[in-house]
């Protein structure tokens, strides 16, 4: 099973579309989750992070299920600046070297 | 503004030569990463430090060497370039303490190994 999951996309939605990604860890040790947006020839870029309580962040949920080692996001009402690659991504280190293990990504295109 | 520099977006190099690429942040972060990122593999840690001389290896180092001298700036080597290193490398830093899993990303050397 691979470190970090993701559905493996493209995703193609309307403006204004209820939107899910799913994504799977295989460390069941792992501490933090977050997701990443990632625009076309962008660096990443932290978009929130995830906690076992969800939480929401305007039109972006997410949530955690540490029993079945599953994060998602849901983007509400989808606009065409959404349009981005998504990363799942799982911290598993403790200490001082946080390491951050990124999903390959989602891409997302809104479509108007 | 938190701002993370990397000394060249395009790179154009020979099999054989050596090659530097740099990274420098402004946040007084103690962690630094190098990445590399290639299409249907996604972001792949070559190389951390978490301090000033301290250095570990992370999923694919082979090929590759760093240097962190000063805390703000860490470098990422090509001993001998070869065509397979052809690729979307990146920087990040991040805080030791919370929140540590914020990591800021430079904007990208994109590689090109002849």
């Known amino acids: 099973r691979k470190e970090v999951e993701q559905d493996p996309g493209p995703f193609n939605v309307p403006e204004g579309a209820t939107v899910a990604f799913n994504c799977t860890y295989s460390?069941?040790?792992?501490?933090?989750f977050f997701w990443y947006r990632q625009d076309c020839r962008k660096e990443p870029k932290l978009l929130m992070s995830?906690?076992?309580s969800g939480n929401e962040d305007g039109r972006f949920t997410a949530q955690l299920n540490r029993a079945s080692q599953y994060i998602s996001l849901l983007i509400r009402d989808s606009k065409l600046s959404d349009s981005a690659t998504y990363l799942c991504?799982?911290?598993?280190?403790?200490?001082?070297?946080?390491?951050?293990?990124f999903g390959k990504g989602t891409l997302l295109t809104v479509n108007p | 503004d938190v701002k993370v520099t990397q000394s060249s977006r395009y790179l154009v190099k020979r099999t054989g030569e050596k090659v530097f690429l740099e990274c420098v942040q402004d946040?007084?972060?103690?962690?630094m990463f190098w990445y590399r990122q290639d299409p249907g593999l996604g972001l792949r840690l070559i190389y951390f430090?978490?301090?000033?001389?301290?250095?570990e290896k992370g999923d694919i180092p082979e090929g590759y060497s760093v240097s962190r001298e000063k805390k703000e700036r860490f470098s990422l080597i090509l001993e001998s370039a070869s065509t397979n290193q052809t690729s979307m490398y990146l920087c990040?830093?991040?805080?030791?303490?919370?929140?540590?899993?914020?990591?800021?990303f430079g904007p990208g050397t994109r590689l090109t190994v002849l």
């Open positions: 946040m007084d972060h103690e962690n």
């Open positions: 460390n069941s040790a792992s501490q933090s």
């Open positions: 430090s978490y301090d000033v001389k301290m250095k």
């Open positions: 995830v906690y076992s």
């Open positions: 991504v799982v911290s598993n280190s403790g200490g001082s070297n946080y390491k951050l293990t």
């Open positions: 990040a830093s991040s805080l030791a303490g919370p929140p540590y899993n914020e990591q800021f």
